[in-house]
T-cell receptor
Framework: EPEVTQTPSHQVTQMGQEVILRCVPISNHLYFYWYRQILGQKVEFLVS????????KSEIFDDQFSVERPDGSNFTLKIRSTKLEDSAMYFC????????????FGPGTRLTVT | QKEVEQNSGPLSVPEGAIASLNCTYS??????FFWYRQYSGKSPELIMF????GDKEDGRFTAQLNKASQYVSLLIRDSQPSDSATYLCAVNVAGGTSYGKLTFGQGTILTVHP
């Protein structure tokens, strides 16, 4: 069964450093998303992406964040200058967009900022 | 503020019993409703979605939606210890430039004891 994959599974970085989280969505899906989950808290929407552009973003997704689909398979989230409060699980999700936009999540990347 | 509310639990049921999980939402424009299962340290796994009033059954799971009351529920029949997890309710308001942004509740912890 097709699935969303994410790399790395765990990333440790120092405050102020740039990180890139990578995702390979399900191959025939057209809609891509990033969510994050701080330990013990709700899953929060960051951004949605369709047709090579951002379709919607949350207040969390400020100028420090960017997304890109550099080729036909990868979808990346970049954080330019990480802060301690960026420590969280980051989930990529994708959807075919049929009917209800049901989304399938990848296994996540645990980002730890020290 | 568009909210999705769940009883955080924990909900404890004996093996073989019916587990009933509830969720309310505030945005009347919500169109699709999802139940995800999340094991500790893992990503959300889609188990059911519903977008029409009434019941939808899939194996041991039944989702129920009442848009007038802004209420969605999940019933798990013949609960098994392997069903022990956090159950996340999520809603989206698709349409216009929104392509399925999900708003999550805080989750209900379910424990099924032998």
């Amino acid at each position: 069964e097709p699935e969303v994959t994410q790399t790395p599974s765990h990333q440790v970085t120092q405050m102020g450093q740039e990180v890139i989280l990578r995702c390979v969505p399900i191959s025939n899906h057209l809609y891509f998303y990033w969510y994050r989950q701080i330990l013990g808290q709700k899953v929060e929407f960051l951004v949605s992406f369709y047709n090579n552009e951002i379709s919607e973003k949350s207040e969390i997704f400020d100028d420090q964040f960017s997304v890109e689909r550099p080729d036909g398979s990868n979808f990346t989230l970049k954080i330019r200058s990480t802060k301690l409060e960026d420590s969280a699980m980051y989930f990529c999700a994708s959807s075919s967009g049929r009917n209800t936009y049901e989304q399938y999540f990848g296994p996540g990347t645990r980002l730890t900022v020290t | 503020q568009k909210e999705v509310e769940q009883n955080s639990g924990p909900l404890s049921v004996p093996e073989g019993a019916i587990a009933s999980l509830n969720c309310t939402y505030s945005d009347r424009g919500s169109q699709s409703f999802f139940w995800y299962r999340q094991y500790s340290g893992k990503s959300p796994e889609l188990i059911m979605f519903i977008y029409s009033n009434g019941d939808k059954e899939d194996g041991r799971f039944t989702a129920q939606l009442n848009k007038a009351s802004q209420y969605v529920s999940l019933l798990i029949r013949d609960s098994q210890p392997s069903d022990s997890a956090t159950y996340l309710c999520a809603v989206n308001v698709a349409g216009g430039t929104s392509y399925g942004k999900l708003t999550f509740g805080q989750g209900t912890i379910l424990t099924v004891h032998p």
